[in-house]
């Protein structure tokens, strides 16, 4: 069911809208939360009709309904304002979502309010403002630890980004618990982020880090990392979803073969809490790392979430103001988590901004966003690896295994960066290309870089068509030059 | 949506021109490339009409004066890079600008990546054998080769390559302005000079995927390496003779044989 047309409606001219009760038909994963959304939105856009938009393609609504007009793409879009732009001449169409993504508007303007209405330091001054600012950035905290089903908003540590929360346990945890001979259990498909730090550590403990491999599918392999397991364990590092592999491990289970030798499990969610849901009492995990700037918040903020008595008893990892108790000359006595953690001044309005971010997801859903993004991912699935000579990198698609929303791929003797320079300059489509600083596992795929396009919720259908076309374009310029 | 197959040729193409003396008025906009008083160059922008004949692939033509002509340069060029006689002529600093001012000429973005792709394909390949990590340029989304080499008169010799077709006609361009000069010529070329030619990437670009400022960094560093290692080769040529003759005087780049039996001596 693929079709090669692009007759999309481009936003701004949305078709005339059904009533809400045939959007919930064809849409039957709307949550009740997201309805309200929903119903707001359609009220102003019905005045709105086009056209072209109205004649549009009936394979589009046929095809597959969740990702016709009035997609939760469709209705997101216009909350994007970077999406309504041109670049090069042509339409932005922003397939680097897995790099970082698009602020909405709300987001934007709590930046903004903050500057203007309260920028102040938090914790530190008794007026009005300074008061104001901590109760907004406390408030911010209580948001993720909500978002993520923490127990306690002190379980969130705000930190500059995931790489930082990462560095933290390593530092903080890591150097204060590891042992020589001790073993660190990570994956070769892991981020530079998750192997570098413990590269470190290993060298200053003498520990030993050791990686888990591919399977035939091109998936991190649960059963080898099963049978790696022991009681030299002391830390198990993984993502949760990859971001070149687009595959989506089972946590749950692989953190409980962890607990059951005693190892502590890190887990890195930041290719998965902005796209579906995430639970740390139900993975049990004892730590998780999150990037703001790819969960439609400000970058410069990210965040470690710890158990409560894990990070009770780790020392400090970077030394000065608001971490401490008490400081005399010879000593300093240290606050309590998460104030331990948090040296100096934070990014308060980042973060307060990050908690914007997360009550515009959580208006929306994320199970909601989950599974139109499982639609539009296996359409670009689908559309791409029709595209003769494409490689797709990671799990094919099956009823048993699902990919998250993005494709990383190579071309047949085009280079990726020429395919993304061609992409960006004469199409205005912007997707990655190289090493997606997962080097470990390009060199074991047996390439050096790859291409890659990464969807968010706020992408629509007529976005994989563009880059699709623009892709088969591409491909036959550089064929054209050989 | 733009396609490929209906680009449309450039509105603009260039003329360049060699004059022998000062500015003329007839050449306008000019850029005084050389120094040189005997050899003074200008560029201008002239519209002329592209002569599908001439060149079919490039719609850029690079056409020259009668001036020119008696100048001896050949009468028509499509590219600037392949106008042999300017490559003789021109000093590192002229050829930098002759290039900004080709790329900057190209208004639409796929006129600039066809020129790379053209230069790319002049570019002769770097034998596979070349192709090793300790020839791989740093800190580029693409892989680039990088062979260095002084010549036994003191110049600069490269060889570059890479898997990348786009980052490859970069390279040809640096190619064409560095192969062949003298180190001190190389080292006053910074990566803002090369900013006018980037494609794809901001103007002042210096981002991490910036190919031009890792090759170009690449190619000054290992240059610096050759001139030490130059320095230490006629260090040693002096002590050997010292060693031959020890009571030589001067001769050595130093021109002092004391001075380098002293920071022997250290
Ligand atoms: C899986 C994964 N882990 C970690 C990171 C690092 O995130 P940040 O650069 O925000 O620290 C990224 C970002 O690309 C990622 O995709």
């Not at chain 1, 190892?263 to 930041?270: E, G, M, P, R």
């Not at chain 2, 050829?95 to 790329?103: A, P």
Request: include cysteine.
């Amino acid at each position: 069911m693929i079709t090669t047309t692009t007759t999309t409606p481009l936003e701004g001219a949305v078709r005339k809208l059904p009533c809400l009760r045939s959007v919930a038909r064809r849409n039957p994963n709307l949550t009740y939360r997201s309805f309200g959304l929903l119903r707001r939105r359609y009220k102003f856009r019905q005045l709105h009709v086009s056209a072209s938009a109205a004649s549009s393609s009936p394979s589009l609504v046929d095809d597959n309904p969740k990702l016709g007009p009035g997609s939760l793409g469709h209705v997101t879009r216009p909350d994007f304002p970077i999406l309504l732009q041109e670049i090069n001449g042509s339409k932005l169409v922003y397939l680097d979502n897995a790099a970082t993504s698009q602020k909405p508007t709300a987001v934007i303007k709590a930046l903004q309010n903050y500057y203007e209405a309260y920028n102040s330091n938090v914790h530190r001054g008794i007026h009005y403002l300074s008061a104001k600012a901590t109760d907004e950035y406390e408030s911010a905290r209580k948001k993720v630890a909500n978002f993520v089903n923490a127990d306690q908003a002190r379980e969130i540590i705000f930190t500059r980004n995931a790489t930082e929360a990462i560095n933290l346990v390593a530092y903080s945890w890591g150097l204060s618990n590891l042992n020589p001979g001790d073993e660190i259990i990570t994956t070769i498909a892991e981020h530079h982020s998750a192997i570098v730090p413990w590269q470190i550590v290993a060298q200053k403990t003498r520990a030993v880090l050791r990686f888990v491999n591919l399977t035939e599918d091109e998936v991190p392999d649960v059963g080898q990392l099963r049978d790696s397991l022991s009681r030299r364990t002391k830390l198990l590092v993984m993502h949760h979803v990859s971001n070149m592999l687009a595959s989506v491990l089972p946590m749950d289970e692989v953190i409980s073969w962890a607990h059951d030798v005693g190892a502590k499990v890190l887990v890195d969610a930041c290719q998965s809490v902005p796209h579906m849901v995430v639970d740390v009492k139900n993975l049990a995990t004892d730590f998780l790392v999150g990037s703001s700037h790819k969960m439609c918040g400000p970058t410069g903020v990210g965040f470690l979430y710890g158990k409560t008595e894990i990070l009770c008893g780790m020392p400090p990892f970077l030394g000065g103001g608001e971490m401490i108790a008490d400081v005399y000359l010879d000593h300093s006595t240290y606050a309590e988590p998460p104030s331990r953690f948090e040296a100096g001044t934070p990014a308060i309005g980042e973060a307060i901004g990050l908690g914007a971010a997360i009550d515009y997801l959580t208006e929306i859903g994320m199970q909601q966003i989950h599974d139109y993004e499982m639609e539009l991912g296996s359409y670009l699935y689908d559309r791409l690896s029709s595209v003769s000579d494409v490689r797709i990198y990671g799990p094919s698609p099956s009823r048993t295994v699902k990919r998250a929303a993005l494709c990383s791929f190579n071309v047949k003797d085009v280079h990726p960066t020429d395919i993304a320079t061609f992409l960006d300059q004469q199409h205005g489509v912007a997707i990655r290309s190289g090493h997606h600083c997962a080097q470990p596992l390009h060199r074991h795929l047996g390439i050096s870089s790859s291409a890659r396009a990464s969807l968010h919720f706020y992408n629509t259908k007529d976005d994989v068509d563009r880059f699709i076309d623009a892709l088969k374009d591409t491909i036959n310029f550089f064929t054209s030059f050989k | 949506m733009h396609s490929s197959s209906n680009f449309k040729h450039l509105s603009l193409p260039l003329t360049i021109s060699c004059v022998p003396t000062k500015s003329s008025p007839q050449f306008n906009p000019k850029i005084h490339l050389l120094k040189k008083p005997s050899s003074f160059l200008t560029i201008s922008l002239t519209p002329t009409k592209p002569n599908p004949q001439i060149c079919s692939k490039n719609p850029i033509f690079f056409s020259s004066s009668s001036r020119t002509k008696r100048l001896g340069l050949s009468s028509i060029s499509c590219l600037i890079m392949e106008e042999a006689s300017l490559d003789e002529r021109l000093s590192v600093v002229d050829k930098v600008k002759c290039l900004s001012l080709e790329f900057r000429s190209l208004s639409e973005p796929i006129d600039r990546v066809k020129r790379l792709l053209h230069y790319a394909s002049i570019l002769p390949p770097l034998c596979e054998s070349a192709k090793v990590q300790g020839n791989r340029v740093l800190g580029c989304t693409t892989q680039v080769w990088l062979e260095v080499r002084m010549d036994s008169r003191g110049s600069m010799k490269f060889t570059v390559d890479s898997d990348s077709e786009i980052t490859k006609g970069f390279c040809s361009c640096l190619m064409w302005v560095l192969d062949g000069a003298e180190p001190e010529e190389i080292l006053s070329v910074t990566a803002e000079d090369l900013a006018d030619m980037n494609v794809g990437l901001p103007k002042k670009g210096r981002s991490r995927v910036n190919t031009w400022h890792n090759v170009l960094f690449s190619m000054q560093n290992r240059t610096q390496d050759c001139i030490q290692e130059r320095k230490r080769a006629l260090s040693l040529d002096d002590l050997h003779s010292l060693v031959i003759r020890p009571h030589a005087h001067s001769g050595g780049p130093s021109g002092d044989g004391s001075y380098v039996e002293s920071e022997v001596g250290v």
